[in-house]
């Protein structure tokens, strides 16, 4: 066993497929190579185990609220290499903002695993990482798809389809993301109740919604792959109003859509979770994503990301 390890993940933004991926339709998720999550251990030689974050500063045990899954995870780890009386600091030092669509708590749960399974010296593959990140993300969020910790663990942006394919691929398209928070907490797990609802209450409608959300992604992969730009962004605003058919949207964010839009952006949606969150918009070039980010500023938005498409190395912040 080592003294001190270190994890890491990253935050995500769906491009295509929100709600829709909960009911197996296909989705399209980018790692946001930039914006990450650290998690170090330390072990201490007293008993204690500490956890530190920008949000908490105590003990282990006494972690809870929208804390209690990353609890649970790391008994669970801790219980697993048989090390329950372990002394320990755990710090979390994250670039992700909390419930904002950027797959914070996903990104958590990796990073935990992974620091673990390198303080134990042990292997980690990627099926045993997924499946232990649902500990968290099932206590944190409802059912949740896979495709938040499918995303975060990945350096590539990746097809996925729930329990059946998590594909990475390579994308070489020119364009930029703009990434652009509300401020407003989404809350996955109201929001996927809210479709559910929806789907109770008009299942033919919400059906034909959640198809056509599938099929926006698998028509979004074809444009990636053939360098449609401006075919990927009209999919993203059709994309974004189905979305808010499925009742996820939010006043802030349709004023954020609208505003990149108007200000040339390719296409515009709604990313995760919705009702708060963050929105994605398409720009075809830098200076049409400084434009769109300033112009979303204005409006209000709160922090903003540019990311290539195609090589999220080079992501930007701007705030
Ligand atoms: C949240 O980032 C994405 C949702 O589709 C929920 C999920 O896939 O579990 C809204």
Known sequence: MLTKAIGQ??????????????????????????INMVVSIIIRHDQQQIIKSRYYNGSLSDLAGAYEGVRQLIVFLLEKFNAQDLGFELTFNSQIPQERGMGSSAATSIAVIRAFYQLFEEPLNQTILLKMANIEESITHGSPSGIDTATSSSEDPIFFIKNKEVTPFKIDVPGYLVISDTGIMGQTGLAVSAVRRLFDEEPSKTRRLISNLGEAATAAKDALQTGDLVGLGQLMTKAHSHLRALGVSHPHLETLVKTAIDTNALGAKLTGSGIGGSIIALARNLTDAKHIAQALSEVGAQEYWISPLANQMNTEQLT
């Open 9 to 34: 993940s990253h935050a995500k933004a769906i491009l295509m497929g929100e709600h829709s991926v909960v009911y197996g339709e296909p989705a399209i998720a980018i790692p946001l190579l930039n």
